[in-house]
Every structure is written in structure tokens, then in C-alpha cells.
């Protein structure tokens, strides 16, 4: 008989108790999982670290990438195609180059119609140093469209940093402080013809 009462309080226990626990249970599954995702996303997000001169670790400084933004649609400045005679010594050489400025805000595609003139006087001061080896290779065009990118600018008071020049005269300049580094207001250089003979 002492067997009977005991298994009668565990018929009384109410019915809901298992329903509980499961709600229990998903909520720590739910915490732990956003625990996890956001350890991850810091994880992730941590700077890129490079070494600096004395082999101390220092930290690379991030770029800021340029997004396209939802609400509007880049805008797009054509420049008047250029035509140039290229620095070619043995045979004379021209490039035609039509190129156009892509940028995010519709104002400051007001402000580069208003500095036209020497933005396009820069454009062809970079387009004649150049050879018909520099600009028939993919790369010689990606480093004409940075080069572009920071003369178009550059009348506007804007002075981008030159990567390439600086990876070249670092080994030269041991104590050279990294300058805060200019996003430009240009995010894309885009050729929309490129001939040369």
C-alpha cells in the first residue's frame, strides 16, 4: 500500500509543466544561437593586422567601400571623350579614351560639371605620360582608372593618397606617419570606349 499514494501525486502534477520546460528549452537555444552570431560578427569584423617595421604587429587601416544605397541610383558624369598623342618614342601612338566619373551624390556631380575644365586638363596630363604597353594591359587600365580618380579631384581641393607610389617609396622612408585616409567622392572610374593605335 505505501506504493499507491506515491504514484498518485504524480498523476496530480498539472499537465501544462511539459509545455513550460519546451518553452524554457527554445529560449536558452534562441540565446545561445544569438550569443554565437553575434561572437562571430565581431570575430569577423576585427581589422586586418599588418607588420610594421619593427616586426610589431600594428593594424592595417580599413577602406571604407563604397555601397550602393537603396533609395537612389548612382549617378554617372560622361566626360567629353579624349583624345591624346601617347609618350611612345619609336613610333607615334594616340589613345582615344572615353571615360565616365561614377559617383553617389547627385550634388557633387553638380560640383565636377562646374570644375569640367581642369579635371579634363588633369585627365590628359595623365592620358599623354602614357605608352601603348601601359594602357593595352588590364592592369595598365586599372592604375590609369585610379590615376584618374584621384585627378579628377584633385581641383576640387580633394588630395587622394597614390597606393602604388607609396608601396614603391616605403622601403626609402622609415618614419613616414599614415595620414587619415580620404574616401573619394568619385567611387568608380568606367571606360566606356578605349582605342589606341
Request: charged residues 30%.
Amino acid at each position: 500500500m505505501a506504493t499507491a499514494p506515491a504514484a498518485e501525486p504524480a498523476a496530480a502534477a498539472p499537465k501544462g509543466g511539459g509545455s513550460k520546460k519546451l518553452i524554457i528549452i527554445l529560449a536558452a537555444v534562441l540565446v545561445l544561437v544569438l550569443v554565437g552570431g553575434g561572437a562571430a560578427f565581431m570575430l569577423l569584423k576585427k581589422k586586418p593586422v599588418e607588420e610594421g617595421e619593427d616586426g610589431e604587429a600594428v593594424e592595417a587601416p580599413v577602406k571604407p567601400k563604397a555601397h550602393a544605397k537603396p533609395d537612389h541610383p548612382p549617378t554617372f558624369v560622361p566626360l567629353d571623350p579624349f583624345t591624346v598623342n601617347l609618350a611612345d618614342k619609336d613610333v607615334d601612338r594616340f589613345a582615344q579614351v572615353g571615360v565616365t566619373l561614377q559617383v553617389e551624390d547627385p550634388k557633387f556631380a553638380d560640383q565636377i560639371k562646374a570644375y569640367m575644365p581642369a579635371i579634363r586638363s588633369n585627365v590628359l596630363m595623365v592620358l599623354s605620360h602614357k605608352t601603348a604597353a601601359d594602357l593595352l594591359t588590364r592592369e595598365g587600365k586599372e592604375k590609369l582608372a585610379k590615376e584618374i580618380m584621384r585627378e579628377s579631384v584633385r581641383p576640387m581641393g580633394i588630395e587622394l593618397d597614390d597606393e602604388d607610389e607609396e608601396a614603391a617609396d616605403a622601403p626609402k622612408k622609415k618614419k613616414k606617419k599614415k595620414k587619415a585616409a580620404v574616401e573619394s567622392p568619385v567611387t568608380q572610374v568606367l571606360f566606356s570606349n578605349f582605342i589606341v593605335q
